[in-house]
């Protein structure tokens, strides 16, 4: 194949002066990833705030977290630590080609590794437009709809890849959980892409395709490739991943019809495999671990005897146990989980507090009962708080009980969860194809339930987004933050609210609070989001009691909840199911007692 060595004069709408090319000639396959999806020494929550903060914030990022653009490198220059989706691919290439063939580097680092040998430059991003979820709605709160604190950082990649001298001679290629949103906005062109990827890495389509873009051929706009079916196909890097992350399951089962990852297949990976990884992150200079999950806990309990919903409890222990004592593992997070779990088995989640507390970076100083004041926060789906909505859209959510007891599921669930430190962050669905007020004041019910027992979760509502390839994905809910009803916006102003709780026990916090979101209204978010979002603000803000502004007829502030006990719920269940309770939770239903005791007497 030839190789051009001079640089293109490819217009590009960018002007930024061109960097030299790599002297060797630079690496064949160069991975990146945008640098706000790549850091990881500030903890999780940086780059959640940066997927929702509009670009006009981040001022408060860069006082908050003064060296987050600090990151490290390899003596050749290449990134330390990449999110796990870039190590994944350079794990899936380097069964094809030389290790000085591939690398991965940060964003600012591409000039030195793209050269006129360089054949594909490939970027894995997680929400490169800031199309999905929580990550828009957040910042049209904030008074802009158009540019998060990521999206940013997204598009200043791809445009430096667009302003790349050899260009030309390069394909690139976008995959990861984000790469859809390119795919939906149609922004081939803009960002220089020439193929996003759907599905995994380690796919033999995969590489077909990187071999094709090596060879200088044409590719498809979009290639939808297979999810491996086997356990033993999933591959694990050797090398650090942002956060630590190690994956710990694919898909799910529950079936929510708005989620993507459940169209995978339910897997959950083999231990040795995990380990070896937690163990290549420890290596590489990281002290951090979290193993990426839609529900943790259906590990050790996929394709087993049981129904995967009823969790594998000694299972579980000893695999996290193992993690938080592998040396050198100072710090540990959990990702995601499901809440009918904690109702199930409250003992595993004792289990686990007591072994994951103490590697907590997570502390609630007004809310934990930790002697140091340690949480755990995994984030947690409650979506929605309407019967009608969640028998709609996530028929399974809380299996094995019945969705028409998901509002006590929920209400039990984080009792047990927040007794032993867990407050969660939930997710709640604003906008739903179909949602009336009716549902929403349901879900408003729900919250301010969880406000009258005292419990505490992080909500965080989001505006409906429809995903691409779900089963939702032709609906549309609400588009703009201007058409969300008073009471949609009531609801997710009360989360907020909520939220904001343990921040509110100083002196200054609640008068900051009410002079900066009137300020704010005043001069931006007024016209940005219309009229129906002046009284919520309003309530969230505290200038008028919400006893006030129900008087008034401007707020619904919900009607107390009668809710089954968690022997209630057992008692719900299928007696085929009670079988799978383990014991020591108590609770058991006397129909079950008595004949397993029977049997017992008979065998003496
Ligand atoms: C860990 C995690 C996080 C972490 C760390 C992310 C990081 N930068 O490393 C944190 C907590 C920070 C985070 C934040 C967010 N996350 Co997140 N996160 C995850 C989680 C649990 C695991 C991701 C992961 O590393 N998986 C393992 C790797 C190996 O998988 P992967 O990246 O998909 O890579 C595979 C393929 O996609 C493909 N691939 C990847 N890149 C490339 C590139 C090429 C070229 C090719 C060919 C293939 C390819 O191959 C890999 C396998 O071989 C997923 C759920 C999940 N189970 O995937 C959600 C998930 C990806 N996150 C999600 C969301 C919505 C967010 C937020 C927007 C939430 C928010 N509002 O704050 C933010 C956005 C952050 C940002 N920077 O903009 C959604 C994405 C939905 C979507 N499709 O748009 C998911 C799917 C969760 C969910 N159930 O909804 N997240
Ligand atoms: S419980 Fe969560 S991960 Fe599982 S299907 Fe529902 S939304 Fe998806």
């Known amino acids: 194949m030839s190789v051009p060595s001079k640089p293109s004069n ?94 991965a580097c940060f964003p600012d680092d591409l000039h030195k590794f793209v050269g006129p040998r360089t054949r594909v430059v490939a970027v894995s991003t997680h929400n490169p437009l800031g199309v999905t979820f929580a990550a828009g709605v957040y910042t049209s709160i904030f008074g802009s709809s158009k540019m998060p604190i990521n999206s940013h950082y997204s598009r200043e990649l791809f445009a430096k890849i667009k302003a790349n001298p050899y ?53 498809p706009r979009r290639v939808d490739v297979k999810h491996p079916m086997e356990r033993e196909a999933i591959l694990f890097p050797d090398t650090r991943t942002t956060f630590g992350v190690v994956e710990m399951t694919t898909g799910c089962g529950r079936r929510c019809k708005f989620c993507v990852p459940d169209l995978n297949p339910q897997i959950d990976l083999p231990k040795e495999k995990i380990m070896g990884a937690v163990r290549a992150n420890v290596r590489n200079g990281n002290k951090q671990i979290s193993l990426a999950t839609e529900d943790m806990f259906i590990w050790g309990q996929v394709h087993t005897d049981t129904p995967f919903y009823f969790p594998n409890r000694e299972a579980l222990v000893d695999l996290y146990s193992d993690i938080v004592n ?36 997570i502390h609630f100083p007004y809310l934990s ?132 709780r343990p921040g509110q026990y100083s002196w200054w916090g609640p008068m900051a609070w009410r002079v900066g979101s009137i300020g704010m209204w005043l001069y931006k978010l007024r016209g940005l989001n219309g009229p129906n979002f002046t009284w919520p603000l309003l309530m969230f803000s505290g200038a008028i009691s919400e006893k006030n502004l129900q008087r008034m007829g401007k707020i619904y502030r919900g009607k107390p909840l009668k809710v089954k006990t968690r022997r209630e719920l057992i008692a719900s269940l299928k007696p085929k199911d009670w079988q799978y309770l383990r014991a020591d939770n108590g609770d058991m239903p006397v129909e079950y007692i008595r004949p397993v005791a029977a049997r017992a007497v008979a065998t003496l």
């Open 369 to 500: 009962s930790h002697p140091q004041k340690k949480a755990l926060a995994p984030l947690i789906g409650l979506e929605t708080g309407s019967l009608r909505m969640a028998k709609q859209i996530m028929s399974s959510k809380g299996v094995p009980f019945s969705i028409e007891d998901w509002p006590s599921v929920v209400l039990e669930g984080l009792r047990v969860l927040n007794e032993n430190n867990w407050f969660p962050a939930m997710t709640l669905i604003v906008g739903n194809p179909g949602e009336t007020d009716q549902d929403v004041m349901e879900t408003i019910d729900l919250v301010y339930e969880i406000e009258r027992r005292g419990l505490f979760a992080f909500l965080i509502p989001s505006i409906f987004t429809p995903l691409h390839d779900t089963r939702m994905e032709k609906e549309e809910g609400v588009t703009q933050t201007r058409q969300l009803t008073p009471l949609q916006w009531q609801l997710m102003m009360k989360c907020w609210k909520m939220n904001l």
């Open 10 to 103: 490819r217009n590009t709408s960018n002007s930024q002066p061109v960097p030299e090319a790599s002297a060797d000639g630079g690496r064949m396959i160069v991975l990146t990833a945008p640098l706000t999806e790549a850091i990881d020494h500030a903890g999780y929550f940086i780059q959640m705030a940066m997927a929702s903060l509009p670009i006009w914030m981040e001022g408060v990022i860069n006082r908050k977290y003064p060296k987050w653009r600090e990151v490290e490198h390899n003596p050749d220059g290449s990134a330390r630590y990449m999110p796990a989706g870039v190590r994944l691919v350079e794990t899936s290439l380097l069964r094809e080609y030389q290790s000085d063939e591939v690398v």
């Open 167 to 219: 260009r030309d001679n390069f394909k690139v290629i976008v995959g990861g959980s984000g790469g859809w949103q390119i795919i939906q906005t149609n922004t081939y062109e803009e960002l220089s892409v020439d193929c996003v990827v759907e599905g995994r890495s380690e796919s033999e389509d995969t590489l077909e395709l990187f071999r094709k873009a090596i060879q200088g051929e044409e590719l």
């Open 326 to 361: 592998t040396p050198g593992v100072e710090q540990h997070v959990l990702s995601h989980c499901t809440i009918a779990p904690a109702v199930v088995d409250p003992l595993l989640i004792k289990q686990l507090s007591d072994l994951l507390l103490p590697k907590s970076p």
